[in-house]
């Protein structure tokens, strides 16, 4: 039972370079959502999808964009990473129904030098 | 204005104790949902208990139980006979009505003392 994976777990990148964070969930979730932690701030929200085919801007889009491929898959691209964008980045999904919780997946510890 | 307010940032609780991490929320929806996490050093993010607005009594799973003071707007998490594998990160999160969003706060760090 994996749930919420994503990949991949490090990743280094200098400024300037794109990278594509994958995310894949196996639970038959509507909802999956794309967070950054970075220390002090707790969990900021980027962007969500809440079902196949849509996507909403959360509280830190700026830099980032999405595409839900399927109702599996939800990925995050950075198209030319900032050394703000140093963060751990968490992969959730959720029912759309008001009492189930957010799944998480590990995280990837992103630096951007 | 802060959906979510966690105001400790750290707390230190001694092996066997029991202790409280508050949680503060707003939102003007009669319907919505509170969840707490735990996050332990190995980063992972553990959904731990669920409180719904409309819920009569206090959630309670295990060692953790939820008070939930509806007119106070705070839903504390309370870790009863702690343990060393309690040390963590904890998180507080809500839900409104129907909506997509989980709003969190920022955390209270425990650490309990052997």
């Known amino acids: 039972n994996a749930g919420v994976t994503q990949t991949p777990k490090f990743q280094v990148l200098k400024t300037g370079q794109s990278m594509t964070l994958q995310c894949a969930q196996d639970?038959?979730?509507?909802?999956m959502y794309w967070y950054r932690q970075d220390p002090g701030m707790g969990l900021r929200l980027i962007y969500y999808?809440?079902?196949?085919?849509?996507?909403d801007k959360g509280e830190v889009p700026n830099g980032y964009n999405v595409s839900r491929l399927n109702k599996r898959e939800f990925s995050l691209r950075l198209e030319s990473a900032a050394p703000s964008q140093t963060s751990v980045y968490f992969c959730?999904?959720?029912?759309?129904?008001?009492?189930?919780?957010?799944?998480f997946g590990n995280g990837t510890r992103l630096t951007v030098t | 204005a802060q959906k979510i307010t966690q105001t400790q940032p750290g707390m230190f609780v001694q092996e066997k104790e029991a202790v409280t991490l508050d949680c503060t929320y707003d939102?003007?929806?009669?319907?919505?949902?509170l969840f707490w996490y735990k996050q332990p050093s190995s980063g992972e993010m553990i959904f731990l208990i669920y409180?719904?607005?409309?819920?009569?009594q206090n959630a309670t799973e295990g060692r953790y139980s939820l008070n939930f003071q509806k007119a106070r707007k705070s839903a504390n998490l309370v870790i009863s006979a702690s343990q060393l594998g309690d040390s963590a990160m904890y998180f507080c999160?809500?839900?409104?009505?129907?909506?997509?969003?989980?709003?969190f706060g920022t955390g209270t760090s425990l650490t309990v003392i052997p």
């Open positions: 959730a999904s959720s029912e759309f129904r008001g009492d189930s919780p957010l799944h």
């Open positions: 639970m038959n979730h509507n909802s």
């Open positions: 999808s809440a079902s196949e085919g849509t996507t």
């Open positions: 939102t003007s929806d009669p319907s919505y949902g």
């Open positions: 409180q719904g607005s409309y819920d009569q």
């Open positions: 999160a809500m839900r409104e009505g129907t909506g997509n969003q989980f709003y």
